[in-house]
């Protein structure tokens, strides 16, 4: 007992590293988890839009210490970039002219607000949210310039940035963040029939009843034939789970014009989550021509399965930019290419990239309750493999659960799950998953690997033995099955097994220090033995 209690404390320090020895391994089931197509070739992006004016990019504080004249030199110079902007023809130009514009004068506000419409609707959320904040903080420095609180063109802008973050917020399901924003302006314009339709809509997908029958009353009253009332009411229905009542309101609605692809894209997805997928794609398309610009060469449609069984993934279109951002389309069909452009990128930079599309797509069909199970499958694999396991397992527990419960257990879900179990020191848990995993997955040597340590943490050496032994046997070449082997055979006190199995995992992972360090107290240990029986 006080061996076993001695050589605990080693077990526990090295079950965390072995596990960054897995990233081969994980990569090849990543790449055979049921792609259902071939990727097709990426197309290059443009380079990361730069400020690139020849006068100095500055901050909103830097801008203001200019002369006079400098100030005024910029603006005429932003002008330049402003109307170059609205002549280019390119997608890609037309931002690149307007970071220039609004670089070199930091305190006018409606630059950043036309580049984070531009990026809301290419889909790069980080730089529009960074757009966004640059326009918030001059339109508090206009506010700070006047002493009137009625001041019309202070009011025009603050309306515009509080609007944008709120449709912002509406694309990415953030009910409650947008709301936050257009309730303000709310209070300071409550006959804006704009504003009152950004509140219905998000207050509809909040589930907040009375405000959104609120919103849609009152414009209501205005029209009676409006096309915000029914589209408001069904957003709430849809919040209220009443998707049918939702899409029947909506199904052959007109929406406005400046809300088109908004409007239509939220008929759209009513339709693919009721499994109408040819209403679905009409509307879809619908949206795709009502986007706020034509440029053909930065878009492109792509068909590919949705999210779910893999038995049963429907493809559907959507429409992407410059090959990486969602526009318009199946956000479902969106994710799942994603996560298939994870599971296959060659480098770092691309892998970090496709992550963090792939977690923020899952996180928006969650809140949206969309391919709910299947949505946190492929966001919490990601959190796994970016060791962020809190997350990882609120993901893959839930997941996990709801996919036993439909009766479709997922071997991926229970060996990522089974895997973070052992990484919080859960073994007993761990052990549960990781045998329905290979129950699911026989051939999954990862899998038994980690069942073999699993056992040995929960005293069961002949079943820890058994597993380990056929995760060797499936696959060689693990490091990781050779190491936890040679813990196991540390644990009986068979020291020179022990030094054999570590041998093999240090030639595998000759520069992991956890390795080499076993495999040098092993063969101390070894040694001594032998000397005593020598003796």
């Known amino acids: ?45 443009p380079a990361e ?31 330049d970039y402003r109307v170059r902007a609205a002549q280019a023809h390119s997608l890609d130009l037309r931002i690149r002219n307007l970071i220039n514009a609004a670089g070199l004068v930091p305190d006018d506000p409606y630059p950043w607000l036309q580049l984070a419409e531009m990026g809301r609707w290419v889909g790069d959320y980080v730089q529009t949210v960074q757009w966004l904040d640059n326009a918030a903080t001059a339109v508090r420095h206009l506010g700070q310039k006047s002493d009137d609180p009625e001041d019309a063109a202070h009011w025009d802008a603050a309306r515009l940035t509080g609007m944008a973050y709120g449709w912002l917020s509406y694309d990415r399901a953030d009910w409650r963040g947008g709301l936050s924003w257009v309730n303000t302006l709310h ?9 009152a339709r950004l509140r219905g809509l998000l207050a509809g997908g909040a589930a907040r009843r009375p405000i959104a029958e609120r919103m849609a009353d009152y414009i209501g009253r205005q029209d009676g034939y409006d096309a915000d009332v ?115 990128a060659e480098n770092a930079k691309d892998r970090v990239f496709w992550a963090g599309q792939t977690v923020n797509g899952a996180g928006i069909l969650i809140r949206k309750e969309m391919d709910r199970p299947w949505a946190q499958r492929i966001r919490g694999i990601v959190f796994l493999e970016t060791e962020e396991l809190e997350k990882a397992l609120t993901d893959l527990n839930s997941a996990s659960r709801r996919l036993r419960a439909a009766e479709l257990p997922d071997q991926r879900v229970e060996a990522s799950l089974g895997r973070v179990l052992l990484l919080k020191e859960r073994h007993l848990a761990a052990r549960e998953h990781l045998q329905l995993a290979v129950d699911l997955g026989p051939t999954d ?91």
């Open 1 to 45: 007992m006080c061996r076993r209690t001695r050589w605990r404390g080693n077990i526990l320090r090295s079950v965390i590293l072995p596990v960054g020895l897995l990233t081969s391994a994980a990569v090849v089931i990543l790449c055979c988890g049921g792609c259902a197509t071939t990727l097709s070739p990426v197309v290059d992006a």
């Open 49 to 79: 839009w730069h400020y690139t004016a020849k006068a100095d990019s500055l901050g909103l504080d830097g801008f203001l210490g200019l002369s006079r004249s400098d100030r005024e030199f910029r603006r005429a110079h932003s002008q």
């Open 187 to 195: 209070r300071r314009s409550p006959g804006d029939e704009k504003i």
């Open 230 to 344: 029914p589209w408001i009411l069904a957003t709430l229905d849809r919040a209220l789970g009443r998707p049918k009542e939702a899409l029947n309101r909506i199904l052959d609605m007109r929406p406005k014009p400046d809300r088109a692809a908004e409007a239509h894209r939220a008929i759209g997805e009513l339709a693919e989550l009721l499994g109408e997928y040819s209403h679905a794609e009409r509307h879809y398309r619908m949206s795709y021509h009502s986007l706020p610009f034509d440029d053909e060469s930065a878009v492109r449609k792509i068909r590919w399965p949705r999210l779910g069984n893999p038995r049963f993934r429907e493809p559907v279109e959507f429409w992407v930019a410059f090959d990486r951002y969602y526009v318009t389309g199946s956000l479902s069909s969106y994710t799942a290419w994603a996560w298939d452009r994870y599971q296959a």
């Open 445 to 535: 040597a990862a899998a038994w690997a980690d069942l073999g340590l699993a056992l040995v943490m929960t005293e069961d050496p002949h079943g820890a033995e058994r597993a380990l032994n056929r995760s060797i046997e499936l696959n060689p070449a693990s490091p990781t099955a050779w190491y936890n082997r040679g813990l196991l055979q540390m644990r009986a006190g068979d020291f020179q097994r022990a030094e054999e199995d570590l041998s093999e995992a240090a030639r595998l992972a000759p520069d992991h220090p956890g390795v080499v360090k076993l495999l040098q107290k092993a063969h101390r240990l070894q040694k001594k033995r032998t000397g005593k029986e020598t003796r």
